[in-house]
């Protein structure tokens, strides 16, 4: 009999099943979840001992949201993000930070399956650090990049005009065209070449964070 459950959350159906079947690999008892409604229905019926959650789970509430909800019904549960994005900054909605003691791993670090087993086995035992939190890693794409650059590559990404991307932030055409300048050189697209740059910079961009993080939705939200 299995002596540690674990609830993996992940939009991604292909990929759910893949992180469950290499939990069950490892001994794991694992209930699996498309979204966060029949991820709350799940905690609230098991209590798993750990949860392995994406943060951008397309329109709606984040893994955040959820992390929130799992930290109230369900202190002591050990949590690891598992998403692509390079750190909660590029998340779809603004973060103002995450619990406390939980993983944040990177899907690019799944090559290495113990990666993820020895996060989930640290977060479940309260005994997190740095080298699970990937987040943190000074060597982590767009590490550098300023909150306001984020913002600006966000917003191309969801197909904003120059324009509408001014008038969201509240700053003239010109200064928002600049900050559009800036952001492309941050992440390495040279305006001054041939090509579209915005095109390149929003391709750069995607091939980062991922598409559905780029996408425009109304985030609703939790209850």
Request: aromatic share 4%; hydrophobic share 40%; glycine share 8%.
């Given at each position: 009999?299995t002596s540690r459950l674990v ?197 750069k961009y995607i091939s980062v ?15």
């Amino acid at each position: 009999m299995t002596s540690r459950l674990v609830l993996v959350v992940e939009d991604d159906a292909l990929l759910r099943e893949l992180i469950a079947t290499a939990l069950e690999v490892r001994g794991y008892a694992v209930q699996t979840a498309g979204d966060i409604t029949e991820a709350k229905r799940i905690l609230r019926s098991v209590d798993p001992d750990g949860v392995v959650l994406d943060i951008d789970l397309g329109p709606g509430p984040t893994g955040f949201d959820f992390a929130k909800i799992v930290c109230k019904e369900a202190p002591g549960t050990g949590i690891v993000f598992l998403t692509q994005l390079p750190d909660p900054r590029f998340a779809p909605t603004d973060q103002n930070g995450m619990p406390t003691g939980v993983a944040y791993i990177r899907k690019s670090a799944l090559a290495d399956l113990n990666v993820l087993y020895d996060a989930l086995d640290v977060a479940m035992r309260g005994q997190v650090t740095k080298l699970h939190r990937h987040d943190l890693d000074i060597e982590r794409p767009f590490a550098k990049l300023t909150a306001k650059q984020i913002e600006v590559l966000k917003l191309m990404a969801q197909g904003r005009s120059n324009a509408q991307i001014a008038s969201s932030r509240g700053t003239s055409l010109k200064a928002t065209e600049d900050a559009i300048r800036r952001a492309c050189a941050a992440i390495g697209i040279d305006g001054s070449t041939e090509g579209n740059t915005r095109a390149r910079a929003v391709a750069k961009y995607i091939s980062v964070v991922g598409m559905q993080s780029a996408k425009l939705e109304d985030q609703v939200s939790l209850n």
